[in-house]
């Protein structure tokens, strides 16, 4: 909504998530699709995929596009379809054909509620930060600078809740309800 109040056209397209066992399921993932006022682009502008690219990416281009989160590739996945490849590894394909946010909502019902999906096995806060990305995942510290990950199990409730302020600037009363235990 903020792209499109300056100006910019925008086209939610839907993904499906690369995973252990291939392609998840359809409209795993929202993705944009941005055409700024000032012409340029179409540009891939991704801010929900965990670790993605700091900056949007060159729709069009096949070449590699660097960015500080890594080496991106767009590249033709056939049907019109587009695969996202992050330092060689795929990422999510994205279909390019203009979506509605309703038609997501049984994918992300199912992200919400099923026991077989990741986000509903523990809790996740991340956040990127200038040169690098920090995550609290459960009770697992994760922080990536540098291109180098480091992780820290915070075994005391105190130690998690100080992570969440200190590094979220989230203050709270009590550690989060962890599914996965």
């Known amino acids: ?3 499109e109040a300056l100006g910019a056209q ?3 397209v839907a993904a499906r998530v690369y995973g252990g066992a291939g392609l998840g399921p359809p409209f795993d ?3 944009l ?3 700024p006022a000032d012409g340029s682009g179409p540009w891939l502008a991704d801010v929900g995929f965990g670790s993605h690219s700091d900056y949007p990416l060159l729709l069009e281009a096949r070449d590699d596009q660097d960015d500080p989160a890594g080496r991106f590739r767009l590249a033709d996945a056939g ?3 587009i695969d996202v490849l ?3 590894k795929p990422q999510y394909r994205i279909e390019t054909r203009e979506r509605s946010l309703s038609d997501c909502v ?3 019902w199912w992200q919400q509620t099923s026991p077989l999906s ?5 809790t996740i806060c991340s956040r990127l930060t200038p040169g690098d990305r920090v995550s609290i995942s459960g009770r697992t510290l994760i922080q990536t600078q540098g291109g180098t990950r480091t992780e820290e199990r915070l075994d005391t409730d105190d130690d998690l809740l100080a992570a969440y302020r200190d590094l979220f600037g989230i203050t709270l009363s009590r550690v989060p309800d962890d599914p996965a235990a």
């Open 1 to 3: 909504m903020l792209l």
């Open 10 to 12: 925008v086209t939610r």
């Open 29 to 31: 993932h929202l993705a």
């Open 33 to 35: 699709i941005v055409r």
């Open 79 to 81: 049907a019109g379809d």
């Open 86 to 88: 992050k330092d060689g």
């Open 106 to 108: 049984p994918t992300c």
């Open 118 to 122: 990741h986000f509903t096995r523990s």
